[in-house]
């Protein structure tokens, strides 16, 4: 007799990818949405792509970075200039948490990890059609395709890590806030996001950090981007999570939808 499929069947494991990927049933649907619901979906959906697709590509500026860094402990502290490597995405980046609270918010924990891991998706299959193009269309006799190389040498190791990172924290990040929401303690939007994206945001720079860098930077290096990388990513999004609480509320009064439901 053929054994029949489920959920029970499978081990630890797997039942945690397909509760990533939301084919299980411990987190809620969303209830059915309005036209106007859908197109503000559709509108953050698209935004957090862009965002990361983007992102990687102004990763391709680099830009000079002079921290002070302890030379000297004892009996005085002695401080010298050091420059780092930071590239632009940096700069962006910290807009994916914002939308992805936003979502999280207003369309439930499903929908929101559903866009995370989707966006993840496309940016992957982004580039390798690059990476196709590069290795299996001849090039142009006389055709100048210095552009192009430029764009896809930026979906190498730097794009694959970043990738990974932003689906990890996402979802680590999209369940802290949940959980945080559920505690009557923390209903405040703001204080939820700040939390969640502290929390997400280690595991979003060790997972980068780790298969960007590691080894290509001195050690000293490497740890002073992780905790330049951290520490500016989390003070741009608290810089903007005042507007941001603003507006998803005028979100939620406007669709009269909120974190999955119809709010009535």
Not at 68 to 82: G, R, T
Not at 104 to 115: C, D, H, S
Not at 140 to 148: E, H, I, R, W
Not at 166 to 174: D, G, P, R, T, V
Request: with cysteine.
């Amino acid at each position: 007799m053929q054994k029949k499929f489920t959920n029970e069947s499978l081990d630890g494991a797997w039942r945690r990818v397909l509760k990533t990927l939301e084919i299980g049933d411990d987190i809620d649907d969303p209830e059915p949405m309005s036209a106007l619901v859908a197109k503000i979906l559709i509108f953050m959906a698209t935004a957090m792509g862009m965002i990361l697709i983007v992102s990687n590509l102004a990763a391709l500026k680099i830009w000079r970075l002079a921290l002070p860094w302890p030379e000297q402990l004892w009996p005085l502290k002695v401080y010298a200039l050091v420059t780092l490597p930071v590239d632009a995405g940096i700069l962006l980046f910290p807009f994916s948490y914002a939308i992805g609270d936003m979502m999280v918010e207003i369309f439930g924990q499903r929908v929101a990890n559903l866009v995370a891991v989707y966006s993840a998706i496309f940016a992957i299959f982004a580039a390798a059609i690059l990476f196709v193009a590069k290795v299996m269309l001849p090039d142009y006799p006389g055709a100048d395709n210095s552009g192009f190389v430029v764009v896809q040498s930026a979906t190498g190791r730097i794009f694959i890590a970043s990738v990974l990172g932003f689906l990890i924290s996402q979802i680590i990040n999209n369940h802290v806030f949940v959980q945080l929401r559920k505690m009557k303690s923390n209903g405040n939007f703001r204080e939820r996001a700040l939390l969640s994206s502290i929390v997400a945001r280690v595991f979003d720079i060790a997972v980068f950090e780790v298969l960007a860098f590691l080894g290509k930077l001195s050690l000293k290096e490497f740890f002073m981007q992780a905790i330049f990388a951290y520490i500016a990513g989390v003070v741009i999004e608290f810089l903007i999570s005042t507007p941001t609480k603003k507006f998803v509320q005028r979100l939620i009064s406007w669709c009269h939808y909120d974190n999955g439901k119809v709010v009535r």
